[in-house]
């Protein structure tokens, strides 16, 4: 038999005859989900070497614990899955029972439902720079001036000029409220540190992405030490991560197994050329599906307690594709989003709002804000600025620089043209062991995507397969 299963990393016997059904889902196509996958493996046999692997866990002496084994499972030598065997049940006549799972839905742990501003972050030195403050030579927070005159409720303090980090003659004035604000880079390495995954990929790379931060208008007030948890949003580690993903319309591929996260651009992704072309292997016959929402609608969440955003001025207006002229599939596909950003003051240039500050002053150390972005700008005419544009890139949906246009065009298009395709293939494992979701396969003169595959190994009959046309 050529299918082999190993156990953290040791070849485990299995039944005469053994298969197993595979199911492969695309990583890219849901936003509002990590999307895992769980199979079903046969039983193996209470064999010595079993017994051993899974630490005579059939024997009541052995006691209560169980762990999660590494899981990789081969055909032919080659990897076709890696993941973690769930042991359910331990018989010494029937075997071992148990599931395979990637556990995305545990990528980060205990910490996958924590919220940001609960987490053990750790505190740092509280430092007045306009330049921004590093931590082990990475920028971690910065100050920007943003102009808010009703961040005190209207009990406004002897001195503050209703600006937050409010710069002048080379220095932040003590009468303005300092207002750290952490850089997304930075916030996403502490988790990686918390939580014991590695994150790698071309957004911390990214001249213009790389530099946003979270807004916030949290006081440092008498504090000498900024709390790093305490300037973050409330959003779990999870939704972080989702939500993230949406602004710039990011690709992420997991490994449950090294605990390692890869951030790219999909819009990057979707201009690859095609890699294979399966039509040969094509089972004739298929099923086709209209999809009937082809159009984009991009939504922010405004921040409620903003009081210049109540009305969703234009900046912050949803982004709704064009009409399809004469056709039937002018539903829209929504993603909403829970990070937005704020307007520009016209006439100082500042990033600006109106909204209650969370300060120990007047009662008010219980203010929320909502989760917003920024792209900091560094020290500019003698201003710390941090603003919703940096380069040709906006974080408002709408016109030529917005992230419709920049990050969401290619998406937009191949929305337009899409529609669903079952289809079997006569592939082989070798087929399913290069698996890449992200590229494109030719089939009969058109392109797609795969969405997902299904089969049995050994393979003995076709695979059936889940397209979207592109």
């Not at 709390?227 to 710039?248: A, D, N, Y």
């Not at 409620?304 to 829209?332: E, H, I, T």
Request: proline share 6%; with cysteine; aromatic share 12%.
């Amino acid at each position: 038999m050529n299918y082999e299963i190993r156990i953290n990393g040791e070849p485990v016997d299995l039944p005469p005859a053994a298969t197993v059904k595979l199911d492969y889902q695309s990583p890219f196509w849901l936003y509002d989900t990590i999307p895992g996958s769980q199979d079903s493996l046969p039983a193996f046999p209470p064999t010595d070497r079993n017994k051993r692997i899974f630490n005579y866990f059939h024997e009541p002496q052995a006691g209560a614990g169980i762990k999660e084994f590494e899981c990789q499972q081969f055909y032919g030598g080659e990897l076709m899955k890696e993941g973690y065997f769930l042991l359910t049940e331990a018989d010494a006549v029937t075997g071992f029972k148990g599931v395979f799972s990637d556990l995305l839905g545990q990528f980060f742990g205990d910490f996958q439902k924590v919220l940001l501003s609960e987490l053990e972050l750790g505190t740092l030195p509280l430092s007045l720079s306009a330049t921004g403050v590093l931590d082990n030579g990475q920028l971690a927070y910065v100050l920007p001036t943003v102009i808010n005159p009703d961040f005190y409720g209207g009990n406004n303090p002897a001195g503050f000029e209703g600006r937050m980090n409010e710069y002048k003659n080379g220095g932040y004035i003590t009468t303005s409220p300092a207002v750290p604000m952490f850089l997304v880079s930075y916030v996403l390495e502490k988790i990686a540190q918390l939580t014991g995954v590695t994150l790698e990929g071309e957004f911390f790379s990214h001249p213009i992405w790389s530099r946003l931060v979270l807004y916030n208008a949290r006081a440092t007030d008498q504090a000498t030490g900024v709390l790093i948890s305490g300037h973050l949003p409330e959003l779990t580690v999870e939704s972080f991560f989702l939500e993230l993903r949406k602004i710039p319309n990011l690709a992420y591929v997991f490994n449950s197994v090294k605990k390692s996260l890869r951030i790219d651009f999909w819009e990057k992704k979707l201009a690859l050329p095609v890699e294979k072309d399966w039509s040969g292997k094509a089972v004739k016959a298929e099923s086709k599906t209209a999809e009937r929402n082809a159009r984009l609608h991009l939504a922010f969440e405004l921040d409620s307690n903003d009081a210049l955003q109540k009305d969703k001025p234009a900046d912050v207006a949803d982004y709704f594709s064009p009409l399809l002229p004469d056709d039937g599939r002018n539903g829209l596909a929504k993603l909403s989003c829970k990070f937005s950003t704020l307007l520009v003051d016209a006439e100082t240039g500042l990033a600006t709002t109106r909204q209650k500050g969370n300060t120990s002053q007047y009662g008010q150390g219980s203010e929320k804000t909502s989760p917003r972005l920024l792209f900091w700008h560094g020290l500019v005419n003698a201003r710390p600025l941090a603003l919703p544009s940096y380069g040709d890139v906006s974080l408002y949906w709408q016109g030529e620089n917005g992230l419709a246009e920049k990050s969401w065009r290619k998406t937009e298009a191949l929305r337009r043209n899409w529609f669903y395709l079952k289809k079997d293939f006569a592939l082989n494992e070798t087929d399913l062991a290069q698996l890449d979701f992200s590229r494109k396969i030719h089939l009969d003169g058109m392109n797609y995507y795969l969405v997902s595959l299904s089969t049995n190994l050994p393979i003995k009959a076709p695979v059936s397969a889940l397209l979207v046309s592109c």
